[in-house]
């Protein structure tokens, strides 16, 4: 099926939305280490910025809206606006389509690796707008604009260029009055249209915004009142109705950026003009911005895509699935790349930031490695840590320093680099110690702090934030949380092995013994497993609840763990199957919460189908994913990944058609919603992308990096007959071929490596070079060899 707004490139690299009237935003994230922009397909968006290490996310241009779903109305506070218009007939329009909405004869959006490029032609008049954030730090936003007369007629146009600067601190800081300490001006020395704000007291000193250009500005308006008009839109702008700005400043009002250019333009005759925007701390330093990049545009924008090839070159595949190689060749790695680097719009929670270390480990293992010190200053003494920081959230989700293990351990056995563990941390409230000994405090914590059913508290919440009243009076436990607790435990003993301490990987092993029997005598309820038990002890997730009776948590991590008996797995996934799968994928939760229950809290007061209450949860479908690659079933696994992933456009009552099908989103709102039931929620901003990688990496491909060699044990449909990974590790680069002539989904029966027989299914690490690894699919006698890497 073709997608009914866009298309691919031949090498997967870009997205061409071709009708800008898409179901929901299609959006695009650019960034570096100071900046991140939101572009829509229409150009509009948000630019946000963060100087330094300080607790400060800033609000440079847009909306402010951190949900990209448009509760707020688009005309409010739109930013990137390009108009031109034709001073013969008094007509005009947008260059990016909105807000003026005028009939085009060609309109596309390309969305790329680190660029958008917007491309309309309407009246002739042909313009083509690109926008990026060039590497490094400085908060800017590159934009290329060119215009070419398309016709045979001379054209006397002016180009009006709109953004509306905010200067909000998005998590706190909002000076008294606000707009009483905003101004704007225009410089003539550096052609820039300035906007300041100086309250007495200031997170920083980057409250500079400026629009500049390297053709000098016509006229400009500092203030959206004189841009726009009293009672004037910016769908009819009074300076661009009228043909020309009013060169006014803005003092305590909604300040702009808005310049205007006139061109003449023979025919076939075509103009380019470059503009930055960005942030400063003074005025006097735009002239060095200026001089950095104008007339080096080119220069930085190769510079970045050097920048994606490496990072795309951290593995490639080529499997039988089209959809599949382009998302994990690019999309999937940009995605998680964000993640590592802004986190939740620069926000980081505790196990959001953390599991996107865990995600580009194999990408770039030097980010994993400071996500991990960096954490772990946030973290009690007790082993407890804080919900999240920039800003500080202390609320006592109990399982915030859990995640710490799940990427430590992937990072060592991507670099085997053991200095990290020894190297000494502080506490958040005061002491320090070792890194290892921070995680063996979070395995303790929880061991020591568990209820009457021998699972570990809950406390104020998990990894399902709006459990809120599970355990607000300290008894109420979590399963899921138990699991989790559990496969950690696993994991954390195989690190021991490889650190030689047997004493200590004997008593991990135990303990996830006394988990193991603790979940399965206590959490299941006939069919599945209980999500958590309240304070008073009563089960949430069971058959006897009246409203979310089944949670899927609880389901996925009993299979990830290997807590579920093989009987029981095979009932529990037909549970979810009956109960939870829909053509998009699988609920979070049956039945969706309609009624406060104080005993659940937050969850259950939430509009139907929307966030906890009845979505269709990222993170819960490639945990199942996992688990039901676990329990070796390959060919459920991967109709379940093509059930979330927008993009497979097959299928029954298939919806994807109404998201971007180049990303993932935290959740798709459920069937349940009232008005957005199957799009996205949340796109691009989800920790579940760092498991989607590995998961389909490591586990479904099977290519998973081990302390002393690469692993090989792919776990696939039967009718993949072959494909292929190139993979970066350790120094050296490995060509893989995974041969499945007779059909089936696991194992391996022979392992060459540059030729040479290799015994067991382990390749051995090469410090550099290039090798061939050829890998034959068949079954083994004793399959413990394949599934003791799992």
């Known amino acids: ?289 200026r001089d950095r990049y104008l007339g080096k545009f080119e220069q930085y924008f190769h510079a970045l895509q050097n920048e994606k090839q490496t990072m795309a070159d951290a593995f490639t595949v080529q499997t039988p699935d089209a959809h599949l190689n382009r998302m994990f060749n690019y999309w999937v790695k940009e995605q998680a790349m964000f993640g590592a680097a802004w986190c939740r719009w620069g926000w980081n929670g505790y196990r959001d930031i953390v599991q996107h270390g865990f995600g580009v480990s194999s990408i770039d293992p030097n980010r994993s490695r400071e996500i991990l010190l960096e954490a772990v200053q946030y973290q009690y003494a007790s082993g407890l840590a804080l919900r999240g920081w920039n800003p500080v959230d202390t609320k006592a989700y109990s399982d915030s320093a859990l995640w710490l293990v799940f990427t430590l351990v992937h990072y060592l056995r991507e670099t085997d680099d053991q200095s990290i563990l020894w190297q000494s941390v502080p506490f958040y409230d005061g002491g320090e110690a070792t890194l290892l000994v921070h995680i063996e405090r979070a395995l303790n914590f929880l061991e020591e702090h568990k209820g009457a059913h021998g699972l570990c508290l809950i406390k104020y919440g998990d990894w399902n934030d709006s459990l809120t009243a599970v355990g607000k009076d300290g008894r109420g436990e979590s399963v899921w949380l138990t699991e989790a607790y559990g496969e950690a435990l696993q994991r954390m003993a195989g690190l021991m092995d490889h650190l030689g301490d047997d004493s200590k990987a004997a008593e991990y092993r135990s303990r996830f013994e006394n988990v193991k029997t603790a979940v399965n005598e206590s959490s299941w309820d006939g069919a599945w497993y209980v999500r958590c038990f309240d304070d008073e002890g009563a089960a949430v997730g069971s058959s006897r609840c009246r409203e979310g009776k089944i949670f899927s948590e609880s389901q996925a991590w009993a299979l990830i763990a290997g807590i579920a008996t093989p009987e029981r797995a095979q009932v529990l996934l037909d549970s979810c199957v009956e109960q939870l799968q829909t053509p998009q994928g699988f609920k979070l939760l049956a039945p969706t919460f309609t009624q406060l229950d104080d005993h659940v809290g937050r969850i259950s007061s939430m509009e139907p189908g929307i966030c906890e209450n009845g979505t269709i949860y990222s993170h819960i479908n490639i945990w199942l994913i996992l688990g039901m690659i676990r329990y070796g079933r390959p060919e459920e696994a991967y109709d379940a990944f ?147 890497g799992r």
């Open 1 to 289: 099926m073709k997608h009914p707004y866009g298309y691919f490139n031949e090498s997967g690299t870009e997205f061409h939305v071709t009708n800008p009237e898409t179901p929901r935003a299609f959006d695009n994230f650019l960034w570096n280490r100071s900046l991140f922009s939101n572009v829509q397909q229409t150009g509009v968006g948000y630019c946000d910025y963060q100087i330094g290490d300080r607790e400060a996310v800033q609000l440079l241009t847009g909306n402010g809206r951190v949900c990209d779903f448009d509760i707020f109305g688009r005309d409010s506070l739109m930013s990137r606006l390009l108009y031109i218009r034709d001073n013969e007939t008094a007509e005009y329009w947008n260059v990016n389509w909105e807000p003026v909405r005028a009939p085009y004869d060609h309109y596309e959006c390309i969305h790329g690796m680190g660029y958008t490029r917007i491309e309309t032609s309407v009246k002739k008049i042909g313009a083509s707008y690109r926008i990026f954030v060039p590497a490094g730090q400085d908060p800017v936003e590159l934009w290329s604009l060119t215009v070419r007369n398309e016709g045979e007629t001379a054209r006397n146009l002016s180009i009006f260029i709109y953004n509306q600067f905010q200067f909000r601190y998005k998590w706190g800081f909002d000076s008294y009055g606000d707009m009483l300490f905003r101004s704007s001006e225009y410089r003539r020395e550096d052609n820039a249209v300035v906007a300041s704000k100086h309250p007495h007291v200031r997170p920083h000193d980057y409250l500079v915004g400026f629009l500049t250009s390297d053709m000098p500005m016509t006229a400009w308006d500092g203030t959206r009142s004189a841009f726009v008009g009293t009672y004037g839109t910016l769908r009819e702008p009074k300076a661009v109705v009228e043909g020309h700005c009013s060169n006014t400043p803005g003092s305590s009002d909604a300040t702009i950026g808005a310049a205007q250019y006139d061109i003449l333009l023979e025919p076939g005759e075509e103009r380019a003009l470059s503009l930055i925007l960005g942030v400063t701390d003074h005025p006097e330093h735009i002239r060095e911005v």
């Open 642 to 788: 093509c059930r979330f992933t927008a993009g497979y456009l097959e299928g029954e009552a298939n919806h994807k058609h109404l998201n971007p099908p180049y990303i993932y989103a935290n959740c798709y709102y459920g069937p349940d919603h009232k008005n957005s039931a199957w799009l996205m929620e949340f796109a691009w901003i989800t920790g579940s992308i760092s498991w989607i990688l590995n998961v389909m990496m490591n586990d479904f491909l099977g290519i998973l990096p081990d302390y002393d060699g690469l692993l090989i044990q792919p776990c696939i449909p039967r009718y993949w007959k072959e494909y292929r990974v190139v993979r970066r590790f350790r120094g050296a680069k490995y060509q893989i071929m995974v041969k499945n002539p007779d059909g089936q989904h696991e194992g391996v029966v022979s392992l060459t490596v540059d030729g040479k027989t290799v015994k067991g299914n382990k390749v051995p690490l090469f410090e550099d070079g290039f090798h061939t690894v050829i890998a034959q699919l068949g079954r083994y006698e004793d399959n413990s060899n394949v599934l003791s």
